[in-house]
Antibody, heavy 124, light 110 residues
Framework: QVELVESGGDLVKPGESLRLSCVAS????????MGWVRQAPGKGLEWVSY????????HYADSVKGRFTISRDNSRSSLSLQMSSLRVEDTGVYYC?????????????????WGRGTLVTVSS | QSALTQPPSATGSPGQSVTISCTGT?????????VSWYQQHPGQAPKLLIY???KRPSGVSDRFSASKSGNTASLTVSGLQPEDEADYFC??????????FGGGTMLTVL
């Protein structure tokens, strides 16, 4: 079964850190660029970060640049998001997402497979 | 990184067609082919409907179609069905390696 499963969401205080994980199954993880997208409660989608297969090209939204770090372990089919200096506005459901791979060795800027998400709540 | 502009809501009757617009600038929608559309039902993850402005992934109904003209992209849902009632989000690549989303449109099927 082709799926992405996120974990690691929690209730944390402003300024604290948290690490999210995503495990892929049912497809060759090392063939795909991957990303994170978040959604604040009752709000729209916001792209967070994007990583290529070799982890040597990474992009971040300005809102998280310098605070969040995306990484991947192709041997474990896993994607991670290390979040530090968390803010109240970082609250939301964080989705792990697979790049659409319409062009094989490029960022395609769309996601064709999404996990169910994990909830991060930042509150004092 | 301003969000793309979508109407907050859209309404249609079963069997009708409805079109949802997504307006950006020459730095995003107007400047690149990387426009996509997603459907999200309450409590569920988004589902890709359209990529590269008008391409449909395998398995997506051909009742969903899209186009782009200038700084505006459009999604048309034809032959509306009750299960089409959902939130719809557009997204576009933005200059300097960013991806931005629209605010979302809640589609109601009366």
């Amino acid at each position: 079964q082709v799926e992405l499963v996120e974990s690691g969401g929690d209730l944390v205080k402003p300024g604290e850190s948290l690490r999210l994980s995503c495990v892929a199954s049912g497809f060759t993880f090392s063939d795909y660029y991957m990303g994170w997208v978040r959604q604040a409660p009752g709000k729209g989608l916001e792209w967070v970060s994007y990583i290529n297969i070799g982890s040597n090209t990474i992009h971040y939204a300005d809102s998280v640049k310098g605070r969040f770090t995306i990484s991947r372990d192709n041997s474990r089919s896993s994607l991670s998001l290390q979040m530090s200096s968390l803010r109240v506005e970082d609250t939301g459901v964080y989705y792990c997402a697979r790049d659409g791979r319409s062009v094989v060795t490029a960022f395609n800027w769309h996601f064709d497979l999404w996990g169910r998400g994990t909830l991060v709540t930042v509150s004092s | 990184q301003s969000a793309l502009t979508q109407p907050p809501s859209a309404t249609g009757s079963p069997g009708q067609s409805v079109t949802i617009s997504c307006t950006g600038t020459s730095n995003d929608v107007g400047g690149w082919r990387w426009v996509s559309w997603y459907q999200q039902h309450p409590g569920q993850a988004p589902k890709l409907l359209i990529y590269d402005a008008f391409k449909r992934p395998s398995g997506v109904s051909d009742r969903f179609s899209a186009s782009k003209s200038g700084n505006t992209a459009s999604l048309t849902v034809s032959g509306l069905q009750p299960e089409d009632e959902a939130d719809y989000f557009c997204a576009s690549y933005q200059h300097n390696n960013n991806l931005i989303f629209g605010g979302g449109t809640m589609l109601t099927v009366l």
